[in-house]
Nanobody, 125 residues
Framework: QVQLVESGGGLVQAGGSLRLSCTAS????????MGWFRQAAGQERDFVGG????????YYADSVKGRFTISRDNAKNTVYLQMNSLRPEDTAVYYC??????????????????WGQGTQVTVSS
């Protein structure tokens, strides 16, 4: 059974940093674009960023550009989201997701078929 598992969430003060990890099991996702999304309470699930299956191309929402960085280690079947200069408005449940094989990075949730269970990130002011 294919599974994505996020980890690394937690409580951090504004201005701090966290690194989220998303590890795939059951199947390799080395040929899949991967995305990170977040969903605040009562809000839609929004695109945070994505990385191509080669790792050469990354895309970010304007709200996180310059603060968040996505990377991947295909040998470890893991994708990372490094979050710096965190703000209270970054508080949300963060999800990773995998798209179909060898596709460009989808910029909406409709382009992703496999999702993790999410990890909570809380940024205090």
């Amino acid at each position: 059974q294919v599974q994505l598992v996020e980890s690394g969430g937690g409580l951090v003060q504004a201005g701090g940093s966290l690194r989220l990890s998303c590890t795939a099991s059951g199947r390799t996702f080395s040929s899949h674009a991967m995305g990170w999304f977040r969903q605040a309470a009562g809000q839609e699930r929004d695109f945070v960023g994505g990385i191509s299956w080669t790792g050469h191309n990354t895309y970010y929402a304007d709200s996180v550009k310059g603060r968040f960085t996505i990377s991947r280690d295909n040998a470890k079947n893991t994708v990372y989201l490094q979050m710096n200069s965190l703000r209270p408005e970054d508080t949300a449940v963060y999800y990773c997701a995998a798209s179909g094989p060898r596709l460009d990075v989808p910029l909406t949730r409709y382009g992703y078929s496999t999702w993790g269970q999410g990890t909570q990130v809380t940024v205090s002011s």
